[in-house]
């Protein structure tokens, strides 16, 4: 599959997402983050829905003439998807919204944006965060999230660890 054609389909799909749905989705995160130590949840509850509208204007707003026509590894691609499918067994059904956001912005992110599937202004626990340099992302968590759960195999950037090398 070309990006352009992936892109094409995620941008028809995201016009099925409302206002209404994004609150949804707030109300999901905010729930999700409930065991973030108290100095973090917040800031991660608001960098998380600032990259998800960011993200989600940034597709809403580009043309398909503006992607390179790459060409997707589908493998991959559909890997991703049926990570977060599996989400599903998870989570009630009023976070379906939350997931079927993800089957967006995620492909999105990793496979034709090619940006970290969390902002480099999101602040982790231990007070560290994505470091970009260059074309280049750096990960503090990458490697102590690496699980069938994560999504992180297929996000863009690399472990810290790579950087210090």
């Known amino acids: 599959m070309k ?3 992936l892109f094409e389909k995620l941008k028809k799909e995201l016009d099925n997402f409302s206002i209404y749905d994004i609150m ?60 977060i499918e599996r989400f599903r067994k ?23 944006a090619k940006k970290p599937l969390h902002p480099e202004y999101l602040t982790f626990p231990g007070n560290v965060r994505i470091i970009k340099k260059g074309n280049s992302y750096y990960c503090p968590v990458k490697n102590k999230q690496l ?3 994560s999504l992180c195999e297929f996000c863009v950037a690399k472990s810290i660890d790579e950087l210090q090398n």
């Open 3 to 5: 990006a352009k054609e």
């Open 24 to 83: 949804m989705i707030r109300s999901f995160i905010e729930r999700d983050a409930k065991f973030l130590p108290e100095k973090y949840k917040n800031h991660y509850i608001e960098a998380m829905m600032k990259y998800l509208i960011e993200t989600f204007n940034e597709i809403k707003k580009k043309r398909v003439e503006e992607i390179k026509d790459e060409e997707i590894d589908e493998k991959k691609l559909n890997e991703m998807l049926n990570r």
């Open 90 to 112: 998870y989570y009630t059904p009023d976070e379906e919204r939350f997931i079927n956001l993800s089957k967006i912005l995620c492909p999105y992110l990793a496979f034709i």
């Open 147 to 149: 699980n069938e759960y």
